[in-house]
């Protein structure tokens, strides 16, 4: 494949010129080769060296390009920040099933491995390729560039496949991002791991880790979410359960979000879990949250603009708009109608207008300000403080004065 184009920074000619001087082979692998291919620009690469026996001694090379952080020696990666590229140098390996869940494995790192035995514990073709900086030209023994090509996802090696449920879940981001088919096998077997509970195994973070990949990464997030269901993993999402309908309708939302995302990463994860949840009650989609994070603050947020974002869609008034601005922030809602396809303009205008869009007014009356009026702290304190702010919005109450004005006049 010597033919084929292949670039990477200049910066790393340095590097690999000294990699090279101790007669080390260096190979750019994984996501950075098959990203290069799809016209995708990153600064995050990974690069196995081969020839080496311990980790510290090719620490000891790249600590003259600045520091290098060990992050795992058993697994012999380290990881270096140089010239604004975060690079990932990794020794090649072999990983032996263990015992069961993502991280039962025992790995051993072999300097004198063959690239094509190194990648064949890789998950998918497409991410198997690597590309040699000595010889300039690309390895691919399991054909993921035609894979990349035909947009086909594949696994590399049935048996470590197998081994690793986590893989199922990386094949939903694969299939939205790329927007690829999935190979007839491949969908076989993710179907049959599903159907031996070996998602049960996954840690709920790694969970929440491929879900947040597929949000904010894939343009068409549906596409993640149709193959759960080609594989049957509502058997473990019980909660995604939807009629065809309700579940088209759903997904919609997800991809027409992501032309109006915003440009925080965290917010964008939880407008798009309103949306995914949108159709369900509040114990399902509390079910479904704690498959993804133990954040019980987190879960209440979703479910709040839940019912928020119902609440709007029939009451818009000022009043009700400066209600639900208590709790949720009105663009934020905005942005969750227009990915559902109602037209939030009247609404975004009304509450810009009365400087409601991105929080509530100012409560005028605070807890001190009722001791401050002879009052003893109790359980009446946040009943009084809601019913003040509730006649402040609906009375247009503008001063703390005309707040205990109305107090002692409703007394």
């Known amino acids: 494949m010597n033919s084929i184009k292949f670039e990477y920074p200049n910066e790393l000619e340095e590097i690999f010129d000294k990699l090279d001087s101790f007669d080390l082979k260096v190979i750019i692998v994984g996501g950075y080769v098959r990203d ?11 690069i196995e060296v081969f020839g080496l026996s311990k980790i510290d001694a090719l620490i000891d090379i790249l600590q003259e390009f600045g520091e290098v952080n060990l992050v795992g020696k058993s697994f012999g990666v380290c990881k270096l920040h140089y010239k604004e590229l975060d690079l990932d140098f990794s020794m090649p390996r072999v990983d032996n099933k263990t015992s069961s869940g993502h991280r039962g494995f025992q790995v051993t790192t072999k300097k004198e491995l063959h690239f094509s035995q190194a990648s064949s514990r890789r998950d998918f073709t497409i991410n198997s390729m690597g590309y040699d900086t000595y010889n300039k030209n690309i390895l691919d023994p399991f054909n993921g560039l035609d894979d990349l090509r035909n947009k086909k996802l594949k696994f590399v090696n049935k048996k470590s496949f197998v081994e690793d449920p986590l893989r199922v879940l990386r094949a939903m981001g694969m299939v939205a991002r790329f927007e690829l088919s999935v190979q007839r096998d491949t969908l076989r077997l993710c179907h049959q791991m599903v159907a031996q509970n070996l998602l049960d195994e996954l840690p709920k973070e790694r969970i929440y880790e491929e879900f947040k990949k597929l949000f904010l990464k894939a343009q068409r997030p549906s596409l993640g ?14 909660e995604l359960v939807f009629e065809d309908a309700v579940l088209q309708k759903a997904l919609l939302s997800l991809d027409n979000f992501q032309t109006n995302k915003t440009r925080d990463a965290q917010t964008n994860i939880k407008l798009l879990l309103v949306l995914l949840c949108y159709p369900l009650d509040e114990r399902k989609t509390n079910s479904f949250l704690l498959k993804l994070t133990n954040n019980k603050k987190f879960s209440d947020v979703i479910v709040i603009m839940q019912n928020n974002l119902k609440t709007i869609k029939k009451k818009h008034d000022t009043y009700s708009l400066k209600k639900l601005a208590t709790t949720s922030k009105i663009n934020e809602l905005c942005l969750l109608l227009d990915a559902q396809g109602f037209d939030s303009k009247q609404i975004y205008e009304k509450a810009k ?9 100012p409560m005028l009356l605070k807890g001190k300000d009722l001791i401050q009026l ?28 005309e707040v205990i004005d109305f107090y002692y006049l409703s007394l």
């Open 374 to 401: 002879g009052l003893k702290p109790s359980k009446k304190f946040s009943k009084i403080l809601t019913t003040l702010y509730d006649a402040q919005l609906k009375g247009g109450l503008k001063t703390k004065k």
């Open 353 to 361: 207008k009365v400087n409601i869009l991105h929080e509530a007014e």
């Open 36 to 46: 290069f291919f799809l016209g995708v620009k990153s600064k995050d690469i990974d």
């Open 225 to 238: 979410f149709y193959f759960l269901k080609d594989i049957s993993a509502t058997h473990f999402f019980s």
